[in-house]
Structures are given as structure tokens and as C-alpha cells.
């Protein structure tokens, strides 16, 4: 558990770490070696090369989560108000003794749902002028187009790992260099394919480039669409030894591992903190050649305005604002009977097929974080979760949080840097 005295420990601790780690650059490779670069199997190409500080993150992953400073993060983990100023002046500095980082946005070969051969991308940060303590594998949660890592890389789920690890984060399918498609919405079983060969790209582009190997081992982090993804993700290494990957410990937030939870608690309350299943609905149509009868399922200005609305070309707080938080006012009364909808029991089918079962111990500690006012994924995703995997005998931690889905978000991130940093 986390105390205050030790919260400010780390900060002295990591101040002195940071200092010394200017001074004694440790090497994982003999300079006079001669060099033999790899064959690309995976990857496919750069798009470009950028540096980043935590300084420059930190001040963009506020603003973008509507924040004005430090000290309203520590007071949203309940840090009392007499430590919050020191603690804010310690963190401020560690922040500022940070190391540099490369930013890498990739392309990789991977394949998409329907098994087509595509070009996906993704973003690599990889810290300048050291060893990097281990690997981070990214699933990122739900963005608009315009919003993936390729595009804007001052990306929220980064965040913790920008202290010395070596950050991966695909783009995922719809996103990026596939940005033609639609969105992929809870395809877990292609989203993991999809980071398996992503990391297998970088693992590629580092040796050639920096000419060191990756870690063997990695640290999973997921929230929200990413939350599942993550699962599938160690799911697929588990069950797939030959990728030679091996997963530290497994971080998963707000995630709809059971996408049939979600379309039957927002259909029974006829609410959701934000308009997601319109996209998951056009995406599955797609995907699954479901052919659909929109008319049937979308009224009012959803259905004369899906097609641009809904394929990815808005955020989530974006198509919200144009459609509410009522069910009622852009599903058609027959598709919200549900039982009487062909439709309806079509899109059922598909989410039983895309459930995450528990059913496998993935061999190492899984950390699992929901919101008990989650109006977007019903926290009973994350409780029947918890209970497949204790069950498995699984090492499984879960920490529930008195917030909302995007709160949560924020909580989950800062959980996960201070777990980083061992305080």
C-alpha cells in the first residue's frame, strides 16, 4: 500500500537516480564488434523521428485531459492538501531532470481481421543515451482518427513508461497508415496479432538503429478498448511461445471484456456516459458483413449523418456532443426492444464471439482497474474477470475506483507510473 513517507522517498530517490544516470552510462554492447543488421521480416518503413522530454508530455497529457496543473492530479488521488505543494515541487523537478527521448512512427507488416495483408503503423519511444529499463507494450484506448499515436504522439497511456523504458504503441486497425478502413472496434483476437507483429517490427528497427536488442519481457498496459486488447494480447504470447515474449506483469483498466455486459446494461438503462456503440455497431457491420438495416437501428439525425459519424472520424466526446447520453434519442424504438430485432439479436451473436474468457493463467501478476460509476463499461466486465482469473489461480490485484470511466483513466495511468517507480 502506498504511504505518503514513501511517496516522498521516491521523489528524493529518483532526483539522484536522474543525476547519476547523466554520469555512468552503462553499454549492453561491445562498440569494437563487428555489426551484421537483421533482415526486415516486419517492418516496413519510418515516417518520421522526433524528440520528446516528460516536460513537453506531461504539460500536453494536462491539457488534453483538462487539467491545469500537478496539484489537481495528487488531489484526484487523495493526497491531503498540507503534502500536495512539496510533493508538486519534487515531482516538478524529477520531471525536468528527464532524460530526452527518440520518437519513432513506424510502418509494419501485419494482417487484418478478414486475414488481407496490410501495412499498419505505430509509434516507438525509445530513451536517448541510455539502457532501457525493459519494454512497455501499449494497447491504446479508443481515439478518433485524427487522435492515434502516428498522428499525435503526446499520447496519455505513454506517459508512465517515459522514465527509462522502451514505449510500444500500435496504431492498431483504422487508424494511421490503414486510416482508410474502419475503425476495428473489439477485435481482440486481430488487435493482439496486430501489437505481436508490431513489436516484432521495433524489436527489428531498434537493432538496426541503435543496434541493441529489446528485452525479452514485457510490461502489458491497456485501458478501455485497449483494457481487452492487453488481455488478448498476453493471452496471444502465452499461447504463442514462439514469439519469444514473456509478459512481466499484465496492466488492464475499464476494459469490455464481455462486450455482451455492455450492449445489455446500456440497453437496459438506455444510457451511456458516452455514444460508443454506434461506432462499435457500423464497425461490426462492416467486419462481419452483418448487412445491416441501418434504418431499422439509427433515427434522427444518426441516421441520415452514421456514415460520416461514425467510422472513426470523431472522438468519442465529439460524436457525444452531437448525440447525448439517452439511448432513447438515436436508437429506434424497435431496435431498443432488442428481443423483437433481427438486428438486434445479430449484433448478440457477434458479441458473444468477441468475449475474453479467463479460461488460462498467463503466468504472471495481473493488475486489474474499473470505475464503480463506469457509465460507459459496467464495472461487472472487470468482477467477472477478476473472478475467472482467481479461479485460474491466477496472481490478480484489483483496485476500484470511486470515479467514472475518463476519471478513472487518469487514476489508472498515475497508479501505473508510481508502480513503475516503485513507490
Same mark, same amino acid.
Given at each position: +500500500?502506498?504511504?505518503?513517507?514513501?511517496?516522498?522517498?521516491?521523489?528524493?530517490?529518483?532526483?539522484?537516480?536522474?543525476?547519476l544516470?547523466n554520469?555512468?552510462?552503462?553499454?549492453?554492447?561491445?562498440?569494437?564488434?563487428?555489426?551484421?543488421?537483421? =533482415?526486415?521480416? !516486419?517492418?516496413?518503413?519510418?515516417?518520421?523521428?522526433?524528440?520528446?522530454?516528460?516536460?513537453?508530455?506531461?504539460?500536453?497529457?494536462l491539457?488534453q485531459?483538462?487539467?491545469?496543473?500537478?496539484?489537481?492530479?495528487?488531489?484526484?488521488?487523495?493526497?491531503?492538501?498540507?503534502?500536495?505543494?512539496?510533493?508538486?515541487s519534487?515531482?516538478?523537478?524529477?520531471?525536468?531532470?528527464?532524460?530526452?527521448?527518440?520518437?519513432?512512427?513506424?510502418?509494419?507488416?501485419?494482417?487484418?481481421?478478414?486475414?488481407?495483408?496490410?501495412?499498419?503503423?505505430?509509434?516507438?519511444?525509445?530513451?536517448?543515451?541510455?539502457?532501457?529499463?525493459?519494454?512497455i507494450?501499449?494497447?491504446?484506448?479508443?481515439?478518433?482518427?485524427?487522435?492515434?499515436?502516428?498522428?499525435?504522439?503526446?499520447?496519455?497511456?505513454?506517459?508512465?513508461?517515459? $522514465?527509462?523504458?522502451?514505449?510500444?504503441?500500435?496504431?492498431?486497425?483504422?487508424?494511421?497508415?490503414?486510416?482508410?478502413?474502419?475503425?476495428d472496434y473489439?477485435?481482440?483476437?486481430?488487435?493482439?496479432?496486430?501489437c505481436?507483429?508490431?513489436?516484432?517490427?521495433?524489436?527489428?528497427?531498434?537493432? $538496426?538503429?541503435?543496434?541493441?536488442?529489446?528485452?525479452t519481457?514485457?510490461?502489458?498496459?491497456?485501458?478501455?478498448?485497449?483494457?481487452?486488447?492487453?488481455?488478448?494480447?498476453?493471452?496471444?504470447?502465452?499461447?504463442?511461445?514462439?514469439?519469444?515474449v514473456?509478459?512481466?506483469?499484465?496492466?488492464?483498466?475499464?476494459?469490455?471484456?464481455?462486450p455482451?455486459?455492455?450492449?445489455?446494461?446500456?440497453?437496459?438503462?438506455?444510457?451511456?456516459?458516452q455514444?460508443?456503440?454506434?461506432?462499435?455497431?457500423?464497425s461490426?457491420?462492416?467486419? =462481419?458483413?452483418?448487412?445491416?438495416?441501418?434504418?431499422?437501428?439509427?433515427?434522427?439525425?444518426?441516421?441520415?449523418?452514421?456514415?460520416?459519424?461514425c467510422?472513426?472520424?470523431?472522438?468519442?466526446?465529439?460524436?457525444?456532443?452531437?448525440?447525448?447520453? $439517452?439511448?432513447?434519442?438515436?436508437?429506434?424504438?424497435?431496435?431498443? !426492444?432488442?428481443?423483437?430485432?433481427? =438486428?438486434?439479436?445479430?449484433?448478440?451473436?457477434?458479441?458473444?464471439?468477441? !468475449?475474453?474468457?479467463?479460461?488460462? $493463467?498467463?503466468?504472471?501478476?495481473?493488475?486489474?482497474?474499473h470505475?464503480?460509476?463506469?457509465?460507459?463499461?459496467?464495472?461487472?466486465?472487470?468482477?467477472?474477470?477478476?473472478?475467472?482469473?482467481?479461479?485460474?489461480?491466477?496472481?490478480v490485484?484489483?483496485?476500484?475506483?470511486?470515479?467514472?470511466h +475518463?476519471?478513472?483513466?487518469?487514476?489508472?495511468?498515475v497508479?501505473?507510473?508510481?508502480?513503475?517507480?516503485?513507490?
Open positions: +500500500m502506498y504511504t505518503f513517507s514513501k511517496l516522498k522517498s521516491f521523489a528524493r530517490a529518483a532526483m539522484l537516480a536522474l543525476l544516470v554520469v555512468f552510462q552503462a553499454c549492453d554492447r561491445d562498440e569494437s564488434a563487428p555489426f551484421e543488421p537483421v =533482415e526486415y521480416e !516486419k517492418f516496413s518503413g519510418l515516417l518520421f523521428s522526433k524528440t520528446l522530454n516528460l516536460e513537453e508530455l506531461s504539460t500536453e497529457v491539457r485531459f483538462g487539467m491545469q496543473s500537478i496539484e489537481e492530479v495528487l488531489r484526484l488521488q487523495g493526497i491531503p492538501e498540507s503534502e500536495i505543494k512539496s510533493l508538486a519534487k515531482i516538478r523537478l524529477y520531471i525536468k531532470l528527464s532524460g530526452e527521448y527518440d520518437v519513432h512512427g513506424i510502418t509494419y507488416h501485419t494482417v487484418s481481421s478478414t486475414g488481407e495483408a496490410v501495412v499498419a503503423s505505430g509509434v516507438l519511444f525509445y530513451p536517448k543515451s541510455r539502457n532501457p529499463k525493459g519494454v507494450e501499449i494497447v491504446p484506448w479508443i481515439k478518433s482518427k485524427s487522435e492515434c499515436g502516428t498522428v499525435n504522439y503526446h499520447m496519455p497511456e505513454a506517459l508512465p513508461g517515459i $522514465n527509462g523504458y522502451v514505449c510500444i504503441v500500435p496504431d492498431q486497425i483504422g487508424y494511421g497508415s490503414t486510416a482508410e478502413r474502419p475503425i473489439l477485435n481482440y483476437e486481430n488487435a493482439a496479432v496486430v505481436a507483429d508490431m513489436r516484432q517490427a521495433a524489436g527489428e528497427f531498434v537493432y $538496426n538503429y541503435y543496434r541493441r536488442k529489446l528485452d519481457g514485457s510490461f502489458l498496459f491497456g485501458y478501455s478498448l485497449g483494457g481487452g486488447g492487453a488481455l488478448s494480447l498476453a493471452k496471444y504470447y502465452h499461447r504463442h511461445p514462439e514469439r519469444g514473456k509478459v512481466k506483469e499484465l496492466f488492464i483498466g475499464g476494459g469490455a471484456y464481455d455482451l455486459s455492455i450492449m445489455e446494461s446500456q440497453f437496459a438503462s438506455c444510457y451511456s456516459e455514444a460508443v456503440l454506434p461506432n462499435v455497431i457500423c461490426w457491420n462492416h467486419y =462481419e458483413d452483418l448487412q445491416l438495416d441501418f434504418s431499422k437501428i439509427f433515427k434522427g439525425k444518426l441516421h441520415s449523418n452514421y456514415a460520416e459519424w467510422y472513426g472520424q470523431y472522438s468519442l466526446d465529439e460524436l457525444t456532443e452531437r448525440l447525448g447520453t $439517452n439511448l432513447r434519442d438515436y436508437f429506434t424504438d424497435a431496435f431498443l !426492444k432488442k428481443e423483437d430485432s433481427p =438486428e438486434f439479436q445479430l449484433l448478440l451473436e457477434v458479441c458473444r464471439k468477441r !468475449k475474453i474468457s479467463g479460461d488460462w $493463467n498467463p503466468g504472471c501478476k495481473v493488475h486489474i482497474f470505475g464503480e460509476d463506469d457509465g460507459l463499461v459496467p464495472i461487472v466486465c472487470s468482477d467477472r474477470m477478476y473472478d475467472e482469473l482467481r479461479g485460474m489461480g491466477v496472481d490485484i484489483y483496485k476500484k475506483y470511486d470515479a467514472d +475518463m476519471e478513472s483513466a487518469k487514476l489508472m495511468i497508479d501505473f507510473w508510481r508502480y513503475l517507480n516503485n513507490f
